[in-house]
């Protein structure tokens, strides 16, 4: 890995030589300097289809959010079952 970073304009002139331009995926990465696996990042992020992905990452991420949450929640309720049955079983 190189570890470059290119600057979002850079990204978005390449991602419209591929989808406006027509240009292959191939010849722009060659002609930047740039992997093809970045390529079909940057048009997955910055494509025609962007809104789409960003949804989805939007929407995967509002699930994981949530399904920590409802871990975290069941746990406090378990353990206020068992408090509440611990003070049930002392005050007998």
């Known amino acids: 890995m190189s570890g470059k970073?290119?600057?979002e304009e850079f990204k978005l002139a390449a991602v419209r030589q591929i989808t406006e331009g027509g240009y292959a995926v191939s010849d722009v990465a060659k002609r930047l300097d740039v992997t093809v696996d970045s390529l079909y990042a940057w048009v997955k992020k910055f494509g025609p289809d962007a809104t789409v992905h960003q949804t989805k990452h939007a929407e995967q991420a509002e699930l994981n959010?949530?399904?920590k949450e409802?871990?975290?929640?069941?746990?406090?309720?378990?353990?206020?079952?068992k408090a509440?049955?611990?003070?049930?079983?002392?005050?007998?």
């Open 5 to 7: 970073r290119y600057p």
């Open 65 to 67: 959010r949530l399904r």
């Open 70 to 81: 409802l871990k975290r929640v069941t746990e406090e309720r378990d353990l206020l079952k």
């Open 84 to 92: 509440a049955a611990y003070f049930a079983k002392q005050s007998e």
